[in-house]
């Protein structure tokens, strides 16, 4: 499985962002996939994740900021990030679990929240 990992960058606080996942495989072939951000010297966190069947959960840090959805068509799985702050400076990681309990993750990709 390979997730490609894409949509990072630099934004003004306020502002807004997307990030995109690919998957190489059907995105109803796994159990969930979600995004995570490790800040410096921090742990990764879960912000958001969506099961195959459509249910989502947000971290409360997220919730009504951060929206994930998917393409179906695409096998992709996408974070819109709006209200952005500076403390959501992060690098996000895409990470997609089998239902067998296996996970894998994405490259990471940088997002910079700045004026």
């Known amino acids: 499985v390979q997730l490609q990992a894409s949509g990072g960058g630099l934004v003004q606080p306020g502002g807004s962002l997307r990030l995109s996942c690919a998957a190489s495989?059907?995105?109803?072939?796994?159990?969930?996939m979600g995004w995570y951000r490790q800040a410096p010297g921090q742990e990764r966190d879960l912000d958001a994740r969506?099961?195959?069947?459509?249910?989502?959960n947000y971290a409360d840090s997220v919730k009504g900021r951060f929206t994930i959805s998917r393409d179906n068509a695409k096998n992709t799985v996408y974070l819109q990030m709006n209200s952005l702050k500076p403390e959501d400076t992060a690098v996000y990681y895409c990470?997609?679990?089998?239902?067998?309990?296996?996970?894998?993750w994405g490259k990471g990709t940088q997002v910079t929240v700045s004026s």
């Open positions: 990470r997609l679990t089998t239902y067998y309990g296996v996970g894998y």
């Open positions: 495989i059907s995105v109803f072939s796994y159990n969930y």
């Open positions: 969506m099961t195959s069947g459509g249910t989502t």
